[in-house]
């Protein structure tokens, strides 16, 4: 329960009580709101409670379902070569994503060295000594709560958008069907449709030979058929996976051909990502009555973050809005384009986001708002990860043209391809700069002191849940040896893990 003795209109009441009767310095001292109740007001008023997951059915990592879907997330055995899992770019203990600008997916020099050290083979495919994948790698915590579109430029997208569904009800499109029509293969949520694309990626886990040539639905019926044991070209050594699916979908004598299937396999993975329900923030527990649980320091940050422009704020909360703290819109910010480019442009080293999905003009450049629940830990930051420090983030949305003018390279691994870096996140400044004048742009040219920007970085920092930099919290999301590995090719991850 919030407890929440200032309403917006209570506070607000006081204040033209005070001004308009000429009360003194003393009774308006007496009256004047606390920072507490200010923070209350405000966030009153655009309906923050600090906990999304309000109304949701949430899956337990616990369920059956859920713990097969583990066991298939770290399993190599769905990389098209048997050297890539859903996990090597997305490891819970690295926010869930891999903290790198930019993945490297198959042809990995270590297969399970994660994080930065992982290198791409100077054999592999494309070899230009860098990152492989275009986009940085968002993370899995809290996927359930996404409602419209998945992925930074939103190819996977509910066409119905029921707030509170994860995308369930009216029908998903997906890159395997055209814009704006409903895949009917995409599942019953966003989650499950997602789960279905990385192992279509040659550079995330399907690799350059593995049904090369065909379509996503081949490349599936393929991992179907490993999985079932039926799979002459790279066939497991170990297969233990129709045990695994017994077990996860408590059908204990269901066959291999009814029980393994592309369907089941991105549904359990779903469930398993939409369980890293990462929201027990400092920020939540201070919505919920306790006021000691954040700073003054970042009591002020929630002010600057939730109050627009024109009211002495930042307005980050007009497109990171809700408990959620996304629009999940797309937007031009010009965030710095690093690394290969998903082949748009005359050379191929740019990336036209979201114009890619629509076609439409506005969309250049244009990237879905990410949520900021766990902000802290889930850098690099952008679509191409070109900020590794979160207030470089902050600075840049304040004044993106001066941030690229005086980009800070040395911050980037020295191996992530930057050459077309300003000319390319010039035009994407120069699309800002004219829908800025067209009024078409929802990012405020705010104007902030030092100390405002580290309150608002006080205020960033309430939002991320402990667990996530607690290896023991965090543990049941990790197979250990008492979780049975089906295929032997589970990914035993290296480094600081």
């Avoid at 399993?75 to 098209?80: D, F, H, I, M, V």
């Avoid at 042809?107 to 494309?126: C, F, I, W």
């Avoid at 244009?366 to 420090?389: C, D, I, K, Q």
Wanted: glycine residues 10%; charged residues 20%; hydrophobic residues 35%.
């Amino acid at each position: 329960m919030i407890q929440n003795p200032w309403t917006v209109s209570g506070v607000l009441a006081c204040l033209l009580l005070l001004g308009g009767c000429g009360g003194d310095s003393n009774d308006k001292a007496r009256f004047q709101p606390t920072l507490d109740e200010r923070v209350a007001a405000v966030a009153q008023q655009q309906g923050i409670s600090g906990d999304p997951s309000v109304g949701r059915s949430l899956p337990d990592i616990a369920s059956p379902k859920a713990q097969l879907g583990m066991q298939l997330f770290f399993s190599k055995g769905l990389g098209g070569d048997l050297d890539s899992a859903c996990v090597s770019c997305h490891h819970p203990m690295l926010g869930g994503g891999d903290d790198l600008s930019l993945s490297i997916g198959v042809e990995a020099v270590q297969p399970d060295l994660l994080g930065p050290g992982r290198l791409h083979l100077s054999t592999g495919t494309h070899f230009d000594g860098g990152p492989t994948v275009p986009r940085n790698a968002p993370s899995t915590f809290n996927i359930v709560f996404y409602d419209e579109v998945l992925f930074h430029d939103g190819r996977v997208e509910s066409l119905d958008k029921t707030a509170g569904l994860n995308g369930a009800g009216g029908g998903i499109r997906t890159p395997d069907s055209a814009f704006g029509v409903a895949d009917p293969d995409a599942g019953a949520n966003l989650s499950i449709a997602q789960a279905r694309f990385p192992v279509t990626s040659p550079e995330e886990m399907r690799g350059f030979s593995f049904e090369a040539g065909n379509n996503n639905a081949a490349l599936r019926t393929h991992l179907e058929q490993r999985l079932r044991g039926s799979d002459v070209e790279l066939a497991l050594v170990t297969n233990q996976w129709l045990d695994a699916f017994r077990q996860g979908f408590e059908q204990p004598a269901a066959d291999a051909n009814t029980l393994i299937t592309y369907d089941n396999v991105a549904e359990a993975l779903a469930s398993y990502q939409n369980s890293q329900v990462l929201i027990d923030s400092p920020w939540k527990a201070y919505r919920e009555g306790d006021l000691q649980a954040i700073s003054d320091q970042a009591k002020r940050g929630a002010l600057l973050f939730y109050n627009s422009k024109e009211q002495g704020g930042a307005g980050c909360a007009g497109c990171h809005s809700g408990d959620f703290l996304t629009d999940e819109q797309f937007h031009v910010v010009g965030m710095p384009q690093v690394g290969r480019g998903k082949g748009d442009g005359p050379d191929g080293s740019e990336d036209f986001g979201r114009f890619r999905e629509t076609g439409d003009a506005d969309d250049k450049y244009a990237f879905r708002t990410p949520h900021l629940l766990n902000v802290t830990e889930t850098g690099p930051w952008g679509h191409a990860g070109g900020y590794t420090s979160l207030e470089a983030v902050v600075r840049h949305h304040l004044n993106p043209q001066q941030a690229i003018d005086n980009f800070d390279f040395s911050q980037l691994d020295p191996a992530v391809q930057v050459s077309n870096m300003t000319a390319n996140t010039q035009k994407a400044l120069d699309q800002l700069a004219s829908l800025r004048l067209a009024g078409k742009s929802q990012l405020p040219e705010a104007v902030l002191s030092d100390e405002q920007v580290d309150q608002l970085l006080a205020f960033l920092e309430t939002l991320t849940d402990p667990c996530v930099k607690d290896r023991d919290c965090m543990a049941k999301w990790i197979p250990d040896n008492t979780i049975s590995d089906p295929d032997g090719l589970r990914l035993q991850a290296q480094s600081t893990l």
